[in-house]
Every structure is written in C-alpha cells, then in structure tokens.
C-alpha cells in the first residue's frame, strides 16, 4: 500500500484547510519508513484490533491497516476524522477501519475490543491519556506509542534515577515498559521542538483492587509533590501528619525517612494496605 509522503501531507492539509496546531499536539509523520519501523516493532499481527489515538491525516493508520489488522481511530478533529476514511478507502478499499470522532481523554467505548495500542501520542497529554485508557480498555494487552523523548523516559525509568517518578509508578502498576527506539523530529510536519521515543509495554495483571489503586496513586502524587523530603514529611498531609505517616510506614515495612523515588510501585502499594 502506498503511504503518505510530505507531498501528500501537505495537499491534504490544504484540503481541509487544516493548520497544525500545538493545542491539539498536530505534528504529522511524513515518512513510509518510519512508519513502517513503528508497526514492525509493535508487532501487529493481521488478526489484531489496534486502537491509534490521534490519527490525523492517516500516516501510520495506513501502515497499521497495511498489515491486514482491524484499526479504530479516535481523533478529536472533525474534520481529520471525516477525511481519514476516505483518504483509506481510495488507497485501500478493502481496510478495516472504523473512526471514532471523541477526545481519547473522555472516551469509555468502543466499537471492538482492542489488543494493541499503537499511537502518535499528542506531547502535551501523551501520560493523562495512557493512563485513561488503560484502566478503560482492559482487552490492552500490549503496545506502542510514541512520545516525547523526556516522557518516554520517565515511563520506563528504574527506581532512584534523577526522571523516575509519578509517571514512572503509575504507569508500572499496568505493566511493564521499555524504550524501543528513537524518532527524529526531522519525520514530522510541522517540525516539533523534540526528538521522540517510542515506549513499548506489556500488559501485566494489575496488582491490586480500584480503590488500592487509588489509594496507591493518591500516595504517589502527595510523595512527589515535594520529592527531595522524607516520606515522613511529604505524605503527612494526606495521612494527617507526620507522626500518623511514620506509623504507616513502618507497618508497610518503608523507612519514613526514606524518599519517593527510592520506592517501587509495589512499595506504594505496601504503604496503602499498611
């Protein structure tokens, strides 16, 4: 199946009269080859349904439909969303797509269970979304994204590294991740200010209940919201003061002089039981 190049990007565009937006986080991927890398390192298999937040004009739409998969799009501008099924269907009249025109912060269904999720994560919301999606599409069983090269590293950081935090946790409690790659923002149209990564997860079975989870995220945020103090100091707050924090953590076995970004997502979780 032939791809978007520059020439292409542009022409539809200026088609529908779009402008390229920072708010909407609209930087478009020009090139067939790194398209192509994107899906081939996200392992998408014919039999899949891939869900891509954020299509835009349908680069990488194309290179998942490519592989014979099912994909379905959320795209939050109407007009990006009206043109991608035709820009599809004359390319390749006989792919699976399904658009959905929704904001993926807000969006609870779909028309089919996704397995993977392979996306040109906007910078400004790519974490938000992540975690929105996740607990709201369990049938996730793994992905890719691409994203902010400083993002990317956050989601994959081991405990104690100067970028490891919420993020970091947060994201664990889902599964595991890794950087797969790098994206050069020569790619894009616009050209973005950054260089992106690509993240790779695995889906793992979610370590605890709802209300665990929320009471782990919960402690997360209070820890580093202040992450240079003791977790005696900084989580006080939220269990009412310092004497009652050093109390639950020494029942959860955590020093309360010990700092948030020394703890694992376990850790947190040891804290909200405690």
Do not use: C
């Amino acid at each position: 199946m032939p791809l978007l190049g520059p020439a292409e990007i542009r022409d539809l565009a200026e088609l529908l009269g779009v402008t390229p937006t920072k708010k909407l986080g609209q930087n478009f991927v020009h090139d067939a080859n790194t398209v192509r890398r994107i899906v081939k390192t996200a392992k998408v298999q014919p039999d899949d349904t891939v869900l891509e937040i954020g299509p835009g004009l349908g680069s990488l739409t194309l290179g998942l439909l490519e592989t014979g998969a099912r994909v379905v799009a959320v795209e939050i501008d109407n007009r990006l969303a009206e043109q991608l099924p035709v820009t599809v269907s004359q390319l390749d009249p006989d792919a699976d797509l399904t658009v959905v025109t929704a904001d993926a912060m807000k969006v609870t269904e779909l028309p089919a269970e996704p397995v993977s999720l392979v996306a040109n994560l906007p910078y400004n919301v790519s974490v938000p979304v992540l975690l929105h999606l996740l607990p709201t599409f369990p049938s996730i069983a793994r992905g890719l994204v691409m994203v902010q090269s400083e993002v990317g590293e956050r989601l994959a950081a081991p405990p104690g590294s100067k970028i490891y935090g919420a993020p970091s946790i947060k994201a664990a409690w889902y599964g595991r991740w890794s950087i797969a790659g790098t994206v050069s923002r020569q790619v894009f149209w616009p050209v973005p200010n950054v260089d992106s990564s690509l993240v790779a997860f695995e889906r793992m079975p979610e370590p605890g209940t709802l209300a665990e989870r929320e009471a782990t995220f919960a402690l997360v945020d209070a820890a580093f919201q202040q992450r240079r103090k003791m977790l005696r100091q900084s989580l006080s707050t939220l269990l009412g003061s310092s004497a009652d924090a050093s109390a639950r953590l020494d029942a959860a076995g955590i020093a309360p002089t010990a700092r948030g970004e020394e703890l694992t997502m376990p850790d947190f979780l040891r804290i909200a039981r405690a």
